[in-house]
């Protein structure tokens, strides 16, 4: 007997961190457009996740669809060794206008997770062409998340985060604790104190430090002090190592600036950037670099950068994430962001003192409440539809990153269903 479409999908399809033994049955989606989820059912739910943070001109954008439209008549895709195309040359163009300097060379790759093994690989070349192979180990935060892929899982939280299990089978790196100073403060001494002591003493062997700028994303949704980024920029520069910036989460206005490391007037050695740049349609991401860090690596040993995907720079992809880029710049959205961010404080803040509620804190386009028991996420399924709203909690985690185009309005329903969710905590 054939399976029904919900049995099939339980039985056979494996969904992000999930369990295949005790799986949860998954809402079926039948269509989506500005910032709705319409169900097989035909319930509507306002996405409140951007579909993990990408899809900020909300669904079916007209103009995202035109242009994926004309570009699939001329070519879906093409690989990038030995080719170039327009829709490549157009969006790497557009990033270097946008992107602080000196960041001024782009490689472009399939995904977030692959965007930060780019970049960590750049930082290892780049010393091997520097004739110092002995720095080859990281510095990361305690608290961060730079994706699923290995070199990336060596560099999110060793202890907390959901690579623990791999630990053995990764490379070891060096980790310190998140700044204590909170996003708005000034970064004392003692804030960078670990780091700084970190970096005098193993300097010969730190290829670069990564960091989530201003915002920890999946590690926790943690924000903090932009005088931090400033002052670990400054030491970097100090100790000879390169400074990695993974702004994949970050990057496109989802912090209240175009970029995070902004909010802290410095550019980095590396910049990465994923999700967003589409405007959430297809999977692009991009590592930027220096002409330093570039022209080191090309002249090294081999003359070349080790890294190629397959569908690297896939036109299709490219000429949908500039026709994304160029309509954020288009738009008024440093005041949107602003707009967002002052309904959420509105509404969100005052949890702050709901009993079962630790901590209830906004940034951009980013409004969290961290509850004091974690979420049964089970229960949480259930209750969505009925609430018009969707969210996908983690941890102790109940958050919001709608897309650019939502409404006061769909935002209080947001923080409605948020409240709900708290609700159901033990």
């Known amino acids: 007997m054939k399976l029904s479409p919900q049995a099939f999908d339980l039985q056979h399809i494996w969904h992000p961190y999930s369990s295949l033994t005790q799986p949860i049955q998954p809402l079926h989606v039948k ?12 319930r509507e739910l306002i996405d409140a996740m951007s ?3 990408s899809v900020i001109h909300g669904y079916n954008n007209p103009e995202l669809n035109a242009a994926a439209k004309t570009q699939i008549d001329s070519m879906s895709h093409v690989m990038f060794g030995g080719l170039t195309h327009t829709p490549a040359i157009d969006l790497c163009r ?5 992107t602080p300097s000196p960041l001024s060379k782009v490689f472009l790759s399939d995904s977030g997770s692959v965007a930060v093994d780019v970049a960590m690989k750049m930082a290892l070349q780049y010393w091997h062409a520097q004739q110092k192979p002995q720095k080859n180990r990281f510095i990361a935060l305690k608290g961060g998340y730079h994706g699923d892929t290995l070199g990336a899982m060596s560099v999110c939280d060793p202890e907390t985060g959901m690579h623990h ?15 204590a100073c909170s996003f708005g403060q000034a970064c004392t001494d003692n804030d960078i104190a670990e780091i700084k002591q970190l970096l005098s003493s193993r300097h010969t062997a730190i290829a670069a430090v990564i960091i989530e700028p201003v915002v920890q994303g999946a590690g926790g949704m943690y924000f903090y002090s932009a005088d931090y980024v400033s002052r670990l920029r400054n030491l970097c520069d100090q100790y000879n190592v390169l400074l990695i910036l993974d702004e994949i989460a970050t990057g496109f206005g989802r912090s209240g600036e175009m970029f995070a490391c902004h909010h802290a007037d410095i550019s980095p050695d590396i910049l990465c950037l994923g999700k967003t ?14 002409d330093e860090v570039a022209t080191s690596i090309s002249d090294g040993e081999g003359g070349a950068f080790m890294h190629g995907p397959t569908f690297m720079a896939n036109p299709l992809a490219c000429v949908i994430a500039n026709t994304s880029i160029n309509l954020l710049l288009a738009s008024d959205w440093h005041s949107n962001i602003a707009r967002i961010e002052a309904r959420l404080k509105s509404k969100l803040l005052p949890f702050n003192d709901h009993p079962k509620v630790a901590e209830a804190r906004v940034l951009g386009a980013i409004g969290v409440i961290e509850v004091k028991n974690p979420v049964d996420m089970k229960k949480v399924q259930q209750l969505l539809p009925g609430l018009g709203v969707w969210l996908r909690p983690f941890a102790k985690l109940i958050y919001t990153m709608p ?4 409404t006061d309005a769909e935002l209080d329903q947001i ?7 708290a609700e159901q905590c033990s």
């Not at 269509?31 to 035909?42: K, P, Q």
């Not at 740049?277 to 220096?290: H, N, Q």
């Not at 897309?403 to 939502?406: D, F, G, L, S, T």
């Not at 923080?415 to 969710?421: L, R």
């Open 415 to 421: 923080v409605d269903a948020m409240q709900k969710v």
């Open 94 to 98: 557009t990033l270097v206008d946008i």
């Open 277 to 290: 740049m589409t405007g959430g349609y297809l999977s692009l991401a991009a590592t930027m670099t220096t």
């Open 51 to 53: 579909s993990w943070w």
């Open 31 to 42: 269509s989506a457009s500005g910032v709705r989820l319409t169900l097989e059912d035909g």
């Open 403 to 406: 897309p650019y185009i939502i």
């Open 165 to 179: 299990l791999f630990s053995d089978l990764l490379t070891k790196q060096y980790f310190v604790e998140r700044p």
